[in-house]
């Protein structure tokens, strides 16, 4: 086969891409994805004796952070940058290795060699280059949780938030991937990966935070006006807080897309006039509403599709993110900001977005918003007016079995409240569910990066009840994963001892039958099946 990969949820047949990614990934893209991987392994191991020699800075660990981060699914296409990154690996590998005399001869890479001879050498190292099907799904299990940890972590240190724990665990986990650990130990990896994933995610949500307030009960406009406009979508709230600044006074609106939903409901971004609401839905309806949208598209993150011709000559890069061809921001000087201007002066020659929808949503429910809700929320719990709390966060995608989760939201009874992160939301957050008392019955929490903030509500009523056992609380899970994130997400969850959990539309292709056995035997994960019965089960509080 010419490649392999099956590190997202719509890995081709349920197994994996071998010819060229769903996604839109090629082979040779993929194969520099690998091989960046196998050489910040390489990084790794000596970073990982630099640090028990005490001289290591988190400057590696963030550049190794970023690196990951661009291997996510549906970060970057741009081969060009990966080559760039593969070689600052090497580079930065081989000077740590001089400045504290590491001599070890671990394999990695070493060259300044042709396009033929990355491709070559990519086949060497690719994921099924380990034969032995339980140790390969429980090492990409490991790696596909750091890569979503490198991309809270990265987030947060763009705030000036970072953690040399963190940064440490990392560097320790990608090593221990080329080491000959027994089943128990890596298993043990893989939950020690959730558990600094909890730290890791608290930073961000703290990070966020101090820099732009606690997001609160929030009313978003979806409709547009007649100014021209700029489309922001990923995650990266420091870029939204640039863009804003930048466009003021300029005569051009900033509308949101996809995961920057929730930058709405920060009290720092109310501030701006011109900021409109949000324009359109989740990631993979992109290629339709970026043509609709007639102005600069800037993607700061995943999710990015295949660039259409329609607005191929609109979309901009910048972070981690990159397409070949499209138009890169590049990253601020120490001190400074990124430079939008090439987008605000496009925008002016645009004609206005074309509106795909009108009226309002309702967001904002991050833990700090709840928990100053917390009487009324536990009087409708007491009095029955709220039976449970179903946790419906994660990744959209373009399966058609995700309506599933469209289905169950609409079947819950009308005394269940659905906590939300996540683009996942995307499949009800529109719909008319009502309230319970005041309480909407759809409580989002924002971006995947938020999921914190489900997790700290769930701990804080644990509390608040004063029971023993987070698996006691009259809250189900019902998560939708597309990419690393998620895992990442999952595997906090399961660190913080949470059980029960429903995961589709379909299981991890990565999950060996083993591996998939040792997880339902332990913490009873379990597919989704058929909408009725699901929820019948959740609210049985199986």
Known sequence: MSMFCFQCQEAAK??????????????????LQDLLVYTLKGL???????????????????????????????????????????????????????????????????????????????AEVGVLSQPNEDVRSLRELLIYGLKGMAA??????????????????MISALANTTRELSVDEMVGQVLKCGEVAVTAMALLDEANTSTYGNPEITTVNLGVRN???????????????????????????????????????????????????????????QDKEFASFNGPILMT?????????????RIYTTGMAGWPGAKHIPERVEGGSKDFSALIEQAKTCAPPVELESGEIVGGFAHTQVMALADKVIDAVKSGAIKRFVVMAGCDGRHKERSYFTDVAEALPQDTVILT?????????????????????????????????LAYIALQLKEVFGLDDINDLPISYDIAWYEQKAVIV?????????????????????????????????????????????????????
């Open 14 to 31: 349920g197994t994996g891409c071998t010819i060229a990614g769903v996604c839109g990934k090629k082979e040779d893209t993929a194969g």
């Open 44 to 122: 790794a191991v000596v970073a990982e004796e630099a640090d028990k020699q005490g001289k290591l800075d988190d400057a590696v660990g963030r550049f190794i952070c970023e690196a990951l981060f661009a291997t996510i699914t549906n970060a970057n296409f741009d081969n060009e940058r990966f080559v760039a990154l593969i070689k600052e690996t090497i580079a930065k590998r081989d000077g740590l290795k001089l400045a504290i005399g590491f001599s070890s001869d671990a394999d990695v890479v070493n060259w300044n060699g042709s396009a033929a001879e990355y491709a070559v050498k990519a």
């Open 152 to 169: 809270y972590t990265d987030h947060a240190a763009v705030l000036g938030y970072q953690k040399g724990e963190i940064y440490s665990f």
């Open 227 to 285: 100014n021209p406009g700029i489309l922001i979508s990923g995650h990266d709230l420091k870029d939204m807080e640039e863009l804003l600044k930048q466009t003021e006074g300029t005569g051009v609106d900033v509308y949101t897309h996809s995961e920057m939903l929730p930058a709405n409901y920060y009290p720092a971004f109310k501030k701006y006039d011109h900021f409109v609401g949000n324009y359109g839905n989740a990631w993979w309806l």
């Open 301 to 313: 993150t995943n999710c990015i599709t295949p660039v259409k011709d329609a607005y191929r000559d």
């Open 421 to 453: 992160a996540g683009c996942a939301k995307y499949r009800y957050n529109k719909l008319d569910l009502g309230d319970i008392g005041g309480i909407p019955r759809v409580l989002d929490a924002g971006q995947c990066n938020d999921s914190y903030s």
């Open 490 to 542: 999952l595997l906090a969850l399961l660190s913080l001892g949470v059980k029960h959990i429903r995961l589709g539309p379909t299981l991890p292709a990565f999950l060996s039958p083993n591996v998939a056995k040792v997880l339902v035997e332990n913490f009873d994960i379990k597919p989704i099946g058929e909408v009725q019965a699901d929820v019948a089960a959740i609210m049985a509080g199986n």
